[in-house]
């Protein structure tokens, strides 16, 4: 891609995705495993970032998972994912999952975990490649938009914190 791509706004690559959980994806106390629920996220965001980027894109990096409640066998889980932020070839994404017992209708969504994840586009050579810019629509747009460099600073300021650590060894 060139520097000329048109910028996308985060509703143009936003996914959700639903899973029926089983047995099958039960820890030893009877919820859902955390990993399942990784996995669904890094799923969700895998889908953003290829629809934002226009090509493929991997995992770079989950900057932070956070588990607010227990995924329990039965529980229909959603994933809600879009861009938070993009830069010449990373984004990132964020995922809120969502649970509804199986066979209540009317029960309200419950939000049980949020991710974001830092996705890098890469070309048939696996170098990384230019993404789209993006163009936050909405207020609660701008607040993700917002969050997602304060996340990107301190990643940044971490790894260089740590790299001059390193040096003096």
Known sequence: MTQDVPPLSPSF?????????????????????????????DSTAGAVAQRHSGGPSVTAALDEMAFLHPVHVGDI?????????????SMEIGVRVETQP???PTAEGLHVASAYFVFVAIDADGAARTVPPLV????????????????????LARKTEIDQGRSLT
């Open 13 to 41: 690559a936003r996914v959700s995705l639903a899973v029926m959980m089983s047995t099958k994806e039960a820890n030893l106390l009877g919820n859902i495993h955390g990993g399942e629920i990784v996995k669904l996220a």
């Open 77 to 89: 889980v959603r994933t809600f994912g879009q861009v938070n932020w993009a830069g010449r070839s």
């Open 102 to 104: 199986w066979n209540d």
């Open 136 to 155: 936050p629509e909405t207020p609660d747009d701008l607040r993700r938009h917002r969050e997602a460099e304060i996340r990107r600073a301190h990643r």
